[in-house]
Each structure stands twice: as structure tokens, then as C-alpha cells.
Antibody
Framework: EVQVVESGGGLVKPGGSVRLSCAAS????????MNWVRQAPGKGLEWVSS????????YDAVSVRGRFTVSRDNAKNSLFLQMNSLRVEDTAIYYC???????????????WGQGTMVTVSS | QSVLTQPPSASGTPGQRVTISCSGR????????VNWYQQLPGTAPKLLIY???HRPSGVPDRFSGSKSGTSASLAISWLQSEDETDYYC???????????FGGGTKLTVL
């Protein structure tokens, strides 16, 4: 079964850090670009970050640039999101989503995890 | 405020046809293909339409997508009660070098 499973969320203080993980299975992880998408409570979807299959191309939303870093370990079929200098407005469910095998601009987010909740609060 | 503009709400009665619009600009919809996602309450989003007008396997043909210029639309024919949920459009933005989502449309089946 093709799936991705996120982990690592929790309660963090403003200014703190957390590292999210996404474990992929059932497909050739190293062939696909991957993405993080978040959703604040009661709000819409917001794309966060994208990483190409070979890590050569990384794109971030303006709202997280310089604070969040996406990475991947193709040998372990895993995607990560290092989140530093967290703000209250970063509180959201963070979803891992599979992209595609070509250019990231042509990605189709066709496989989503169940999400992991990050709460930033003092 | 989202880069892509969707109506916050839409409604229809069972059996009706409903359309949801997604308005953008030349740097996003005008240059790239649009995808649509459906999100049921408390669940992860699900791919509904990709590359403007393609349906993934398993998505009923009641759902269709189209694009013209800097706008896109999602149409749902033969509306059913289970269609009552949230819908989002998404597209790559060449100016932002990233993905943008519409603000989402909450569909109500009356």
C-alpha cells in the first residue's frame, strides 16, 4: 500500500524548535519530489516546502523561509522538516504529500499522510 | 489573503450542478496547470482533479475541471449529500517559486 506517515508534532514554546518526520512506503520514494503542507485550526491549506527527488531543488513559502528546512533521506525513505524559531502562527496540522517524478512545478499531491499537529504556545 | 480567490461558500440541492471558481493571475493559473483537492471533515485532503481536467482513478465522473486564461473551475454534477465538504484549488506560482492554494470553498448540499 502506498502511504506516508507523519510524526514528531507536539507542544512547543514560541522560539523553540521541532523536527517533523514523514515515513514513506509502498512506492519508490527516491523518485518523487515531496512536500509539506499545513493547515491552521479552522483555516485553509498552506503549502510550506518542496524538495526534489535528488534534493537539488528546494522551495519554501515566504512565511517560513529562513526558519524551516526541508530535507530527506532516500536510503531510509524519509522526509523531514526542521522547524526553528517557531511562532504562535505556525500552529497547524502538518501534512506530508507526495509530489511527482518530474519538475516540481508539475507536481500533483496524490498521496497525503494523516498529518501531525504542532502547537506553538507558552 | 490567498493568492488564488475562491468563493468561501457554495450550495446546491441534490441532483443539481454546482461550479466553484478559482481566480488567479498570469504567474500562476495563466502559466501552469491547476489541481483540485477535496477535504472531508477531520481528514487529509484528497486529490480530486489534476492538470486542469483529469480525474484520478476512483473519482466519479460527476466531478470535472476546466481552465481558461487566469481562472479555473470545478464542476460537480448530480450533487449528492456526501459532496458536502471543503474544496481547494492549487497551482504553481512562477513569481513566488512555490505552490499556492485557494482559500477553500465550503460546499453545502441543501
Amino acid at each position: 500500500e502506498v502511504q506516508v506517515v507523519e510524526s514528531g508534532g507536539g507542544l512547543v514554546k514560541p522560539g523553540g524548535s521541532v523536527r517533523l518526520s514523514c515515513a514513506a512506503s509502498g512506492f519508490s520514494f527516491s523518485s518523487y519530489s515531496m512536500n509539506w503542507v499545513r493547515q491552521a485550526p479552522g483555516k485553509g491549506l498552506e503549502w510550506v516546502s518542496s524538495i526534489s527527488s535528488n534534493t537539488k531543488y528546494i522551495y519554501d513559502a515566504v512565511s517560513v523561509r529562513g526558519r524551516f528546512t526541508v530535507s530527506r533521506d532516500n536510503a531510509k525513505n524519509s522526509l523531514f522538516l526542521q522547524m526553528n524559531s517557531l511562532r504562535v502562527e505556525d500552529t497547524a496540522i502538518y501534512y506530508c504529500a507526495r509530489g511527482g517524478v518530474g519538475a516540481q512545478r508539475n507536481d500533483v499531491f496524490d498521496v497525503w499522510g494523516q498529518g501531525t499537529m504542532v502547537t506553538v504556545s507558552s | 489573503q490567498s493568492v488564488l480567490t475562491q468563493p468561501p461558500s457554495a450550495s446546491g440541492t441534490p441532483g443539481q450542478r454546482v461550479t466553484i471558481s478559482c481566480s488567479g493571475r498570469s504567474s500562476n493559473i495563466g502559466s501552469n496547470t491547476v489541481n483540485w483537492y477535496q477535504q472531508l471533515p477531520g481528514t487529509a485532503p484528497k486529490l480530486l482533479i489534476y492538470n486542469n481536467d483529469h480525474r484520478p482513478s476512483g473519482v466519479p465522473d460527476r466531478f470535472s475541471g476546466s481552465k481558461s486564461g487566469t481562472s479555473a473551475s470545478l464542476a460537480i454534477s448530480w450533487l449528492q449529500s456526501e459532496d458536502e465538504t471543503d474544496y481547494y484549488c492549487a497551482v504553481w506560482d512562477d513569481s513566488l517559486n512555490g505552490w499556492v492554494f485557494g482559500g477553500g470553498t465550503k460546499l453545502t448540499v441543501l
